[in-house]
């Protein structure tokens, strides 16, 4: 989706904020805060930052994902790199994998969908990241923008993205 909104050849996006996309994309709006985490397979102890090293089966992340500074510079996290959710909780169902990292929103949703959520145990908050309208900036403001940009703020007015995904994947994403 980065080359697309780079290349000017999509209107707008929902992502993540990205520091290393401002050059050539917009932030416009942003809907909600989703804090960045990692979870330990069930058993196993995640209570502090320096733990991430002594989950020696390895931390699934998804490819191209930032999960933090400190955790992104890390080289002693040890990391497995998956191309999407359910293959990485799979892994961890499965004892290849000792932890997973994401958005809470993202891990509790294949979480449930894959029935692995029982093996999700301590959780550690590695940042907190943005959801936000995201657009060529060229796009920046034009007609299509400004109009969704007035949607998204009574939306995020009324709480509306907070209380859906809460409907969705239940307590504890904040």
């Known amino acids: 989706m980065l080359r697309r909104i780079e290349a000017d050849t999509i209107d707008i996006a929902l992502s993540f904020r990205r520091q290393d996309a401002e050059a050539f994309s917009a932030y416009p709006a942003c809907l909600f805060r989703v804090p960045i985490v990692a979870y330990a397979r069930k058993g196993l102890t995640l209570r502090q930052y320096e733990d991430l090293a002594r989950l020696t089966g390895g931390i699934g992340v998804i490819r191209g994902v930032t999960y933090g500074e400190r955790f992104d510079q890390d080289p002693a996290v040890p990391r497995s790199v998956e191309t999407d959710f359910p293959p990485m909780l799979r892994k961890l169902a499965a004892g290849r994998l000792d932890g997973v990292a994401g958005s809470t929103v ?16 301590d959780r ?11 657009v060529p900036k060229v796009r920046a403001d034009v007609p299509l923008t400004r109009a969704v940009v007035t949607a998204v703020q009574a939306m995020v007015a009324e709480g509306w993205a907070e209380a859906l995904i809460t409907r969705r994947i239940g307590q504890g994403w904040e």
């Not at 993202?106 to 145990?121: I, P, R």
């Not at 550690?124 to 995201?134: D, F, G, I």
């Open 106 to 121: 993202m891990l509790m949703h294949y979480a449930q969908q894959t029935d692995v959520t029982g093996l999700l145990g």
């Open 124 to 134: 550690l908050l590695l940042t907190l990241t943005e959801v936000c309208l995201q």
